[in-house]
């Protein structure tokens, strides 16, 4: 391994790779690059890959650097390079019998986390505008990475109507949860912490494998995450974390700052060292952030250099509205495409502090035909039919989902309202069963009315036998079948209406996101798929292979890097935001999200802000932000802070008649366009799922098939049908020999 692109520092963190070692360095000075070496290092030094586990907080963070590794050593195989939820979620899917879950347990997010905090307050008749459901859920967020039970919470506050209230909330939650076989995402990590401690013998497996572990983005750990590792290291101390005291942002998520500054404490024997030099950024980029970091007061002092040119200075547009904003910001990127510099559209990154803040960005978009993607978990996956349609997949997966079960019971409409719901839910409770095992007893659905009861025997039907068939049938089959037999798809296409069209859209694409998984995995399984999707975080479907304007949060953005970079909304109440203005601390972590955000940008960076501003249907005046002002203006070009900026001044790109047009205006969510599944077909499945509302296209052909006919099955190629009876047929498949399917369900063919 050539050790010559490191640098001084960065060669020693390589090669020291036995005790605790801390690489304390500021943005882009080559922590992560460092932290990829050592693992190509220790490969080449003859250490297994079977004892290296790495974790990193995003799920592209894992994704690059397992690519980096093999970029390096040719495979990852064996090696452990994830995020700490999907440690977690691999150690708890081995072993969650051990403290008392089945291992096929389902992830709760916040939308699931949510109405199960709905459900409770009902039932207890508590009053949500008294105990707000973000509030409660954040108390108890709170509680479980502080690692306190129920029990603890109560015994560690004073009894009072609040606290008790909460108690009982947070009791039940829990017990729902359970009740369910279900986690959220905080149990991820408090579970595994349990299951380590309460189990010697596995703790000590792990870690004679783990020997070498490291973290990235230690500065973002909070204090579960940060007991998990030290669990894992408590016995040869091989731990490098690596951080920058200047970029932790997830405060409010309970990252703990102190991990990183105690560590020295907490490892007396641990080497620190120190990397200066930034590779990423101009100078002028560089200063700019530093002149804004350095008003924080509680930080590790240091200072990065470049040998890199000045560069641009930091140009700054301050618009009247977030409409001309956008507007400004979509030409000034149309003006740069055309330049010398040849920029692809994938090299112009638009970080902004909300979610709400992209609308805007969008409709510029859409309007000149440039290509652009959000990277944002709002976008897609919460979509509502999305939602439904996981609600039905986490039900195959989990037949106890009652969560999941009551979401779709009526989606579509199947004349079961809350009554009849309320009803069925007071006999599973008295069966001690789940809600499914009670619809499918028949003489439950005997006593539902014709209608009623005949749609919702069909689901039942197809619930069960997808369950039991699961083995079977691909994972795009299951769904299929699930749009279909469900009367999902019918539903949608019964209404006709340009929403109902969208949301069948919808659910193509999501089809190409299952032919993409299925294409990937090496053994596709429907738990796997379901777990993956939950796991996506929002930085994942960024793809630098699609040349298109990246649009993201800040916090998404973390440890990324792009040639050019805006940043919107630069006011006081946006960014920093109103609570930060109140208080110390959060306006410090609010610098260190501007601190990440400005130092993304290799070689423009262009900030902006709007005079007045329309965000959550409200339109205010705006001053501008905090950060501006601190930005040293030796730095900076374009209207100055403060000043009344002059029309004429800008010079604004106002359409194509400069040269600038853009050859292949790419619509946006024109799906086709980015999805390989496209050409795999997936997007017949409209077409298909309308066929099959008539002929019910997957059991086709399935009902005249006899001993001895050959035949083709969608997941196990073919076949010689063996035998046959009533419901079943026993195929001895040509590669995986002999399966017996379910006649109504098998995705097969006579040949
Ligand atoms: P962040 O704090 O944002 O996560 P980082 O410290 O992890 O940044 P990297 O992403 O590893 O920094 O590196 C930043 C850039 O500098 C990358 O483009 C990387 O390829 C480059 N780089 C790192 N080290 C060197 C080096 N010794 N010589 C040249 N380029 C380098
Ligand atoms: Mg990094």
Redesign the pocket.
């Known amino acids: 391994m050539n050790l010559d692109?490191?640098?001084k520092p960065?060669k020693e963190a390589v090669k020291l790779l036995e005790g605790p070692l801390l690489i304390l360095?500021?943005?882009?000075?080559?922590?992560?690059?460092?932290m990829t070496g050592r693992i190509a290092y220790m490969i080449e030094q003859g250490i297994s890959r079977y004892n290296i586990l790495a974790v990193t907080f995003t799920n592209k963070a894992a994704g690059e650097m397992r690519e980096r590794v093999e970029a390096l050593v040719g495979s990852c195989d064996g090696m452990w390079i994830l995020t700490f939820h999907a440690m977690c979620l691999r150690m708890l899917k081995m072993d969650a019998n051990l403290i008392g879950y089945g291992k096929n347990f389902v992830i709760y997010d916040t939308t699931d986390q949510k109405t199960l905090i709905k459900n409770i307050l009902k039932d207890f008749n508590i009053n949500d505008k008294e105990f707000g459901i973000p509030y409660l859920l954040s108390i108890i967020s709170n509680c479980k990475e502080q690692g306190q039970s129920p029990e603890l919470y109560r015994k560690n506050n004073e009894e009072n109507f609040r606290t008790k209230t909460i108690y009982n909330v947070y009791k039940e939650y829990t017990s729902r949860l359970k009740k369910n076989n279900a986690m959220d995402f905080d149990d991820l990590l408090l579970n595994t912490l349990i299951l380590l401690r309460e189990n010697p013998e596995l703790l000590d497996k792990y870690r004679r494998r783990f020997q070498y572990i490291m973290v990235d983005?230690y500065q973002d750990t909070n204090h579960i995450q940060y007991m998990l590792i030290k669990l894992l290291a408590d016995e040869h101390h091989n731990l490098c974390v690596v951080g920058?005291d200047d970029?932790c942002i997830y405060e409010w998520r309970g990252a703990d700052i102190r991990n990183i500054l105690d560590f020295e404490k907490d490892f007396p024997e641990a080497k620190v060292i120190k990397?200066e030099q930034n590779?990423?950024s101009y100078g002028n980029i560089l200063a700019g952030a530093h002149s804004v970091i350095e008003n924080n007061r509680g930080r590790k002092n240091k200072k990065l250099w470049t040998d890199k040119e000045d560069g641009h200075k930091i140009r700054y547009y301050r618009a009247d509205t977030e409409k001309d904003e956008a507007r400004y910001i979509v030409s000034e990127i149309g003006f740069m495409k055309t330049g010398p510099e040849n920029y692809l559209w994938s090299d112009f990154a638009i970080l902004y502090r909300t979610n709400a803040q992209s609308r805007v960005f969008e409709q510029a978009f859409a309007e000149r035909g440039i290509p652009y993607r959000i990277l944002s978990g709002l976008r897609y996956y919460d979509r509502k039919e999305i939602k439904d349609l996981m609600a039905y997949m986490r039900l195959v997966a989990n037949p106890k989902d009652d969560l999941a079960l009551s979401r779709i019971i009526n989606e579509p409409k199947r004349g079961m309202g809350a009554k009849s719901m309320e009803k069925i839910s007071s006999f599973a409770t008295m069966y001690g069963e789940s809600l499914l095992e009670t619809l499918s007893r028949p003489e439950i659905i005997a006593g539902l009315s014709g209608k009623s009861g005949s749609s919702v025997k069909a689901l039942i039907d197809c619930l069960n036998l997808c369950s039991s068939e699961a083995d079977n049938l691909r994972v795009s089959d299951i769904y299929d079948e699930l749009l279909v037999k469900t009367g999902y798809i019918k539903a949608l296409e019964d209404a006709g209406t340009v929403e109902a069209e969208g949301r069948i859209e919808n659910l193509m694409e999501f089809k190409s996101v299952i032919a993409d998984y299925e294409k990937e995995a090496e053994n596709p399984t429907l738990a796997e798929f379901m777990e993956k999707i939950t796991l996506m975080a929002e930085v994942d479907n960024h793809d630098e292979n699609t040349n298109a304007v990246v649009l993201m949060t800040m916090h998404s953005s973390?440890?990324l890097?792009f040639p050019v970079v805006f940043l919107p909304g630069l006011e006081d109440g946006l960014f920093p935001g109103h609570r930060a203005l109140e208080n110390e601390d959060s306006m410090e972590e609010e610098r260190r999200l501007c601190y990440v955000g400005m130092?993304?940008a290799k070689e423009r960076l262009i900030l902006t802000s709007a005079s007045m501003r329309t965000i959550y249907g409200r339109s205010d005046y705006t001053r501008e932000s905090t950060f501006l002002r601190e930005l040293n203006p030796k730095l900076m070009e374009g209207d100055g802070v403060f000043r009344k900026k002059k029309k004429d001044d800008m010079d604004v790109y106002t359409g194509g008649r400069d040269g600038y047009s853009n050859p292949n205006p790419i619509k946006p969510f024109d799906v086709s366009k980015y999805s390989s599944a496209c050409k795999t077909g997936a997007f017949d499945l409209v077409k298909n799922a309308k066929m099959a509302t008539r002929a019910n296209v997957s059991s086709e052909g399935a009902v005249d098939i006899k001993e001895g006919d050959r035949v083709s099955h969608s997941k196990f190629g073919e076949g010689l049908v063996i035998e046959t009876d009533e419901r079943t047929l026993t195929v001895m498949f040509d590669s995986v020999g002999r399966k017996k399917l379910a006649k109504g369900i098998a995705h097969i063919k006579k040949l």
């Open positions: 692109k490191f640098n960065q360095a500021g943005a882009g000075s080559g922590k992560t690059s460092t983005e920058d970029q990397l590779y990423r973390k440890g890097e130092t993304r």
